[in-house]
Nanobody, 120 residues
């Protein structure tokens, strides 16, 4: 069993910052890619940022320059630092991790989601 537990969401004013964390625990072989998605009401879930085990990153155009994804492999944790937040960043944020015994034998796991609300 693998669990991903997120924390750090909340209510913030426009222009503010939040830091999301997601820790993986349980029967973990190796963690490959990790990432964050978000889903706003009435919209599809979309990729926000992703990071490989080697540290390569990928961002949605809408968050480039404002959000930073990082990971601590020793703690099996991925972070999302969100700066200059906008009302359109309001969504439920989900972390994911690709975990398995080998790079071609992974299963994607998801966290339960954490609400981020940007409003004055």
């Amino acid at each position: 069993q693998v669990q991903l537990v997120e924390s750090g969401g909340g209510l913030v004013q426009p222009g503010g910052s939040l830091r999301l964390s997601c820790a993986a625990s349980g029967s973990i072989f190796s963690i490959y890619a990790m990432g964050w998605y978000r889903q706003a009401p009435g919209k599809q879930r979309e990729l926000v940022a992703a990071i490989t085990s080697g540290g390569s990153t990928n961002y949605a155009d809408s968050v480039k320059g404002r959000f930073t994804i990082s990971r601590d492999n020793a703690k099996n944790t991925v972070y999302l630092q969100m700066n200059s937040l906008k009302p359109e960043d309001t969504a439920v944020y989900y972390c994911n991790a690709d975990i398995g015994p080998g790079a071609t034998m992974v299963q994607r796991y998801w966290g339960q989601g954490t609400q981020v609300t940007v409003s004055s």
